[in-house]
């Protein structure tokens, strides 16, 4: 079975510009979760959504929005590039949203904002 | 704010030794109890799931929670120089929340 998948992988935007993130979770899974990862902050929740709907939100500006796709699959999207973006974005998913629930990690994508 | 502190390390250990990771959390109703592993440029991969009190074994690996002190920690036996990698606690309430990580070194 194949594992998450996320594109791009990379990428490299300036100030000011918008990015749209995809994520495609494993077959079956329903739930996905975006994370940020910064290597002064940790890994931190973005939001998580399921059958479509959004079921929580982190502690992000609304700048960072995302949506799902009847298929599961996931995007997120940032607007108005901040140099305080530049994070490896990493998408889990899992069977449901239960706590239960083991979230599985795609690659990532590292974005770079100059 | 729902909390999961890890001492950021690094935890240094010879090889074949004991390898000992902490974590503790703040939220009370949290559920579910994970530590993932992440090498450097990589994504978290699973190690282990807790949801009980006690201890739980798999392998080189055993987890054990602590509700009532609030208190989660995975032993690596056997320690191999392959198992250096920041090591993610990270607990269930309403999200996962993750701690910071500790480094852990195994020396040849």
């Known amino acids: 079975k194949a594992g998450v998948t996320q594109t791009p992988r990379y990428l490299i935007k300036t100030r000011g510009q918008q990015v749209t993130l995809s994520c495609s979770p494993i077959s079956g899974h329903r739930s996905v979760s975006w994370y940020q990862q910064t290597p002064g902050q940790g890994l931190q929740f973005l939001f998580e959504y399921f059958s479509e709907t959004q079921r929580n939100k982190g502690n992000f500006p609304g700048r960072f929005s995302g949506r799902q796709f009847s298929n599961s699959r996931s995007e997120m999207n940032v607007s108005t590039l901040e140099l305080g973006d530049s994070a490896l974005y990493l998408c889990?998913?899992?069977?449901?949203?239960?706590?239960?629930?083991?979230?599985?990690f795609g690659p990532g994508t590292r974005l770079l904002v100059l | 704010q729902k909390e999961v502190e890890q001492n950021s390390g690094p935890l240094s250990v010879p090889e074949g030794a004991i390898a000992s990771l902490n974590c503790t959390y703040s939220d009370r109703g949290s559920q579910s109890f994970f530590w993932y592993r992440q090498y450097s440029g990589k994504s978290p991969e699973l190690i282990m799931f807790i949801y009980s009190n006690g201890d739980k074994e798999d392998g080189r690996f055993t987890a054990q929670l602590n509700k009532a002190s609030q208190y989660v920690s995975l032993l690596i036996r056997d320690s191999q120089p392959s198992d250096s990698a920041t090591y993610l606690c990270?607990?269930?309430?309403?999200?996962?929340?993750f701690g910071k990580g500790t480094m852990l070194l195994v020396s040849p």
């Open positions: 990270a607990v269930r309430g309403s999200t996962l929340t």
């Open positions: 889990a998913s899992s069977l449901r949203d239960s706590a239960q629930e083991t979230q599985y």
